[in-house]
């Protein structure tokens, strides 16, 4: 077991609405990277919270947005969800700001009707 | 902006055959990461490359980082039934913001027993 943990598993909303994720990240680490991966592709960074600061940002719109909590767990939020936000969300921790090895949670289903 | 290209998308092995996977890219990599995703479940890290020329082991798995570092390869030896995943190589982008992974698409291996 990674020690990741990453609730809800499963989550079905509608076109519109707002939803938030949640990742409690393996103990002793501090840095949580978020990860969306739709079908049959790889994963691709949304961002990185390194001591409760966004630490790095992919090409993602500011609807996704997030927080880091002082022991360090972390939330995914997104507004005005999309069809194409349908996917695996995939929360990952690591020690320190510079990745070298990553231990992923085991992802949230996100499907959008 | 930066990409590493896997190819090929989709191996069928027969059990004991041996599958190499590759993994490209147009610029010179500081690092390549590889994981493994098991069918549902999520990315595992199996190692990190770093040296030009690199060769690394781990039983049945080798992996090699291209002299140029432009390129890497996951290699098994005679396939199992366990080995069935997909195999994604990643990088981290040198400069540029901290702490993300640039995944490739990965190579979905199925293994027939």
């Known amino acids: 077991e990674t020690g990741v943990t990453q609730s809800p598993t499963h989550l079905i909303k509608t076109r519109g609405q707002q939803v938030t994720l949640r990742c409690s990240s393996q103990s002793g680490h501090n840095t949580v990277s978020w990860y969306q991966q739709a079908l049959g592709q790889g994963p691709q960074f949304i961002f990185q919270?390194?001591?409760?600061?966004?630490?790095g940002r992919g090409n993602f719109p500011p609807r996704f947005s997030g927080l880091q909590f002082p022991n360090y767990s972390s939330e995914l939020n997104v507004n005005a969800l999309e069809l194409d936000d349908s996917a695996l969300y995939l929360c990952?921790?690591?020690?320190?700001?510079?990745?070298?090895?990553?231990?992923f949670g085991p992802g949230t289903r996100l499907t959008v009707t | 902006g930066q990409q590493v290209m896997q190819i090929p998308q989709y191996q069928h092995v027969q059990e004991g055959e041996d599958f190499t996977t590759y993994c490209n890219s147009s610029?010179?990599?500081?690092?390549i990461q590889w994981y493994k995703q098991r069918p549902g479940g999520h990315p595992v890290f199996l190692i990190q490359?770093?040296?030009?020329?690199e060769v690394k082991k781990q039983k049945r798995l080798t992996f090699q980082f291209g002299e140029a570092k432009k390129n890497s390869s996951l290699h098994i030896t005679a396939t199992q039934t366990t080995d069935v995943g997909t195999y994604f190589c990643a990088e981290i982008p040198s400069g540029g913001s901290q702490g993300n992974l640039i995944f490739g698409k990965g190579t979905k291996l199925s293994v027939k027993p």
């Open positions: 610029t010179t990599l500081s690092n």
């Open positions: 919270y390194y001591r409760e600061e966004e630490n």
């Open positions: 990952a921790s690591s020690q320190g700001q510079r990745t070298y090895e990553q231990y």
């Open positions: 490359l770093v040296k030009s020329g």
